[in-house]
Nanobody, 120 residues
Framework: QVQLVESGGGLVQAGGSLRLSCAAS????????MGWYRQAPGKQRELVAG???????NYADSVKGRFTASRDNAKNTMYLQMNSLKPEDTAVYYC??????????????WGQGTLVTVSS
């Protein structure tokens, strides 16, 4: 079994910052692509930032220049630094990882989500 656990969400005022973490645990041989997604009330889940195993990143246009995704492969952990937060960033944030597990199984794993609320 492989689990992803997010942390770092909370309530912040507009213009503030938060740092989300996503730690993977379990039967992990390696982690390929990782990503941060978010889902606001009444909206579809959307990709916020993606990271390849080599560290290349891509971002949604709405967060470019404000959010920075990174990963620590030694710790099987991914981060999302969110600066200059806006009320429209309010959402549940999820991490997702493509994990190579035991018996070389390739698993798509989601975290449980962490709520980020940005007040105006």
């Amino acid at each position: 079994q492989v689990q992803l656990v997010e942390s770092g969400g909370g309530l912040v005022q507009a213009g503030g910052s938060l740092r989300l973490s996503c730690a993977a645990s379990g039967s992990i041989i390696s982690i390929d692509a990782m990503g941060w997604y978010r889902q606001a009330p009444g909206k579809q889940r959307e990709l916020v930032a993606g990271l390849t195993s080599g560290g290349m990143t891509n971002y949604a246009d709405s967060v470019k220049g404000r959010f920075t995704a990174s990963r620590d492969n030694a710790k099987n952990t991914m981060y999302l630094q969110m600066n200059s937060l806006k009320p429209e960033d309010t959402a549940v944030y999820y991490c997702k990882a493509t994990v190579i597990s035991g018996w070389n199984r390739k698993l798509e794993v989601w975290g449980q989500g962490t709520l980020v609320t940005v007040s105006s």
